[in-house]
């Protein structure tokens, strides 16, 4: 029987994995995910980490697992120092190819759901209190630091991802992006609640140069689940995948191991009839742009 979900995996890159260790509770560790990777046969994942850089993790599980791409990142957190020119350029030397705009720690993170962590998933530990990470100044326009991070991340040739920003700061960094001749803008997780915009949004989006991410774990997590698989079909139909990718956003325990999650999730949407061409786009051709491995 032909396995087409099986077949998308193949070559697939995952842009938004995270596992142990973390300051979050996480059930996979980065041998497994590498090992997990390698079983169904995918190119490589990008290891997020909300409060710390893992390019030193990446290249470590480069060298002890051949055939595998992990890919070094950082997510600028206060942990990290928040938007901070200076670790994003070390981060981009150090061979990081994707960088994150705040998460959690972000002002509307903060704001929406009242906390700088996730209901759904606590840290292992209280965090010291801070103020939530904004791109913006006082006056609503996006500060220095912000503009010299999308600078250098233009420079390097890496992705910024635009993390927990509200609307406004996308809107704006998005446009920064395109004067800084930035290729490589991906909004974060455009199908979970926090950062869900509908179809005339992500159009919007799309023309002004960025591309959309859309995460397995709102369809396939219990912790996280907001959307069902009929309900995004008809999103990906309407972008006929162009300038779409699907990570997997797992590593919670609730959820399924990422290439599981991703693979529940295409077999699905190809029940629900979604083009495969266009799945082929979401999990290999636009993240290898992404992520430089085109």
Not at 84 to 113: F, I
Not at 154 to 171: K, M, N, W
Not at 230 to 255: T, V
Not at 285 to 293: D, M, Q, R, S, V
Request: a negative charge.
């Amino acid at each position: 029987m032909q396995r087409r979900d099986l077949e998308l995996l193949r070559g697939a890159i995952d842009m938004h994995a995270h596992s142990a260790p973390s300051l979050f509770p996480r059930p996979i560790t980065d041998h497994d995910l590498g090992r997990l990777a390698l079983d169904y046969g995918m190119r490589g994942f990008v290891m997020k980490d909300h409060d710390s850089a893992t390019f030193h993790r990446a290249a470590y599980l480069k060298r002890s697992m051949p055939g595998i791409d992990p890919i070094g990142a950082i997510v600028l957190n206060r942990s990290v120092g928040g938007i901070d020119p200076h670790v994003v350029e070390a981060a981009l030397q150090y061979g990081a190819r994707v960088v994150w705009m705040p998460t959690n720690h972000s002002k509307h993170h903060d704001d929406y759901y009242g906390t700088p962590d996730y209901p759904q998933l606590g840290r292992r530990q209280p965090q010291l209190p801070g103020p939530g990470v904004t791109v913006l100044n006082g006056n609503g326009v996006l500060t220095d630091n912000a503009r010299t991070v999308i600078r250098l991340v233009a420079e390097a040739g890496a992705c910024l991802c635009t993390g927990h920003l509200s609307l406004e700061e996308t809107r704006l960094v998005l446009a920064e992006a395109n004067r800084a001749g930035l290729e490589r803008l991906l909004v974060t997780h455009v199908n979970l609640s926090l950062t869900k915009y509908d179809l005339d949004v992500q159009r919007e989006l799309v023309a002004g140069g960025a591309y959309l991410e859309f995460v397995a774990v709102t369809c396939v997590s219990e912790l996280f689940g907001e959307q069902t698989p009929a309900e995004l079909a008809p999103i990906i139909d309407a972008h006929a995948g162009e300038r779409l990718i699907l990570s997997s956003d797992l590593g919670q325990a609730s959820g399924p191991p990422h290439p599981e999650g991703m693979r529940m999730l295409l077999r699905s949407l190809l029940d629900e009839g979604v083009d495969y061409g266009a799945l082929e786009k979401m999990t290999r051709e636009n993240p290898a742009f992404l992520t430089g491995l085109d």
